[in-house]
């Protein structure tokens, strides 16, 4: 157990190491002493030949991980000028990146809501499990961040324009949806979920384990519609996305044309240069030097705060947007977010 804190059981069991998300009143949402307690377990767990394979699920309750301490980076954005929601940003892609890269294989759990930091631990994992309690997003549109934790790099390597569609309406997907979107490698159903992680626990190849417990998916809705999110998520431009579903009078599109209405401008501009800038990198660890940039920025910008207040913490649903508009979001104020920082100041792996 990490020092202080209750809120990550890590233990050793059999050939296993678990990292288990233990804040079920915040849907396991992560603090900075859980990505601490997570990293530690990891580096001492890298050359212990006794742990072949790290596990990463949840107690009790409805999330697998709902994102990250949004009000602690708010609180920061409004009192100390950004100081510590940096500090808790660049210690959390540590923790990616260091998944990303790790030696043994990694399986994640994302049996309930897996959002925002979820998706940051869970996607670098070389198993991602979904079940029928998955329900991912990435909807830091609606609170005037971007969709971060390594989000760039999986997003934009999604076919068929999906990530784009995904980074920018902050659409949920269930598990069939992300096994059919390649975020999930298998679907399970719950039930089977303890007999899987036994098997690991008792050195069976995970690959091997989470294939015999497979069970055939639902449909995936998503792909109903995925004809009409490669036509109208094609550009990486944003007012042109917006023109293309203006043009098109179906119900899908309206919807759609709806629910970015409310989104930050200047999140669905950051998202998309994001993502078109990922997909052109070779090194993860350059993807989450970007991240950086854009995180030490964004968070103390007027849509950060303007977002969290009325989505989360008054829960008014009325952001006041700044700039309000797409044309107001100028190319000067993006490349100002992704403009490299003072060589100190950049981000670095561990």
């Not at 050793?12 to 915040?26: E, H, I, M, V």
């Not at 940039?293 to 977002?307: K, N, Q």
């Not at 008014?316 to 977010?337: R, Y």
């Amino acid at each position: 157990m990490d020092s202080g804190t209750e809120q990550m059981i890590i233990r050793r069991d059999g050939a296993a190491g678990f990292l288990t998300l233990n804040r079920p009143k915040a849907l396991h949402a992560l603090t900075q002493p859980m990505d601490h307690a997570m990293t530690e377990a990891l580096l001492a767990w890298k050359d212990d030949p006794a742990v072949e394979a790290v596990i990463i699920d949840h107690s009790e309750g409805r999330g697998f991980c709902a994102g990250g301490d949004i009000a602690f980076l708010r609180n920061s954005a409004l009192n100390d000028g950004g100081v510590s929601g940096r500090r808790f940003f660049y210690e959390e892609y540590q923790l990616n990146h260091l998944l990303m890269t790790y030696p043994k294989p990694v399986i994640a759990f994302m049996d309930g809501i897996t959002m925002g930091g979820g998706v940051g631990i869970s996607q670098p994992a070389k198993f991602r499990v979904a079940t029928e309690n998955t329900r991912f997003a990435m909807p830091e549109t609606g609170i005037g961040l971007f969709p971060d934790v390594g989000g760039g790099w999986h997003l934009s390597r999604l076919q068929g324009r999906i990530g784009q569609f995904l980074a920018l309406t902050g659409a949920r997907l269930d598990g069939a949806e992300c096994l059919w979107a390649g975020l999930a490698t298998h679907y399970l159903p719950h039930d089977a979920l303890a007999e899987a992680k036994e098997r690991i626990v008792h050195g069976h190849e995970p690959g091997g384990v989470l294939s015999a417990l497979s069970v055939h998916p639902p449909e995936a809705r998503i792909e109903g519609n995925a004809a009409a999110i490669r036509k109208h998520f094609a550009s990486d431009r944003y007012e042109d996305i917006l023109a293309s579903l203006e043009a098109d009078n179906s119900e899908w599109a309206a919807k759609e044309l709806a629910t970015l209405s409310t989104k930050s401008p200047q999140t669905c501009k950051v998202a998309l240069r994001q993502l078109a800038e990922s997909a052109k990198l070779t090194d993860f660890a350059d993807n989450m030097r970007m991240e950086y940039r854009i995180a030490s920025r964004v968070l103390t910008r007027p849509d950060f705060a303007e977002g969290v207040r009325a989505v989360i913490v008054d829960k008014t649903n009325d952001p006041k947007w700044d700039p309000a508009t797409p044309e107001g979001v100028s190319d000067e104020l993006i490349d100002q977010i992704f403009a490299p920082l003072p060589a100190d100041e950049e981000w670095k792996p561990l």
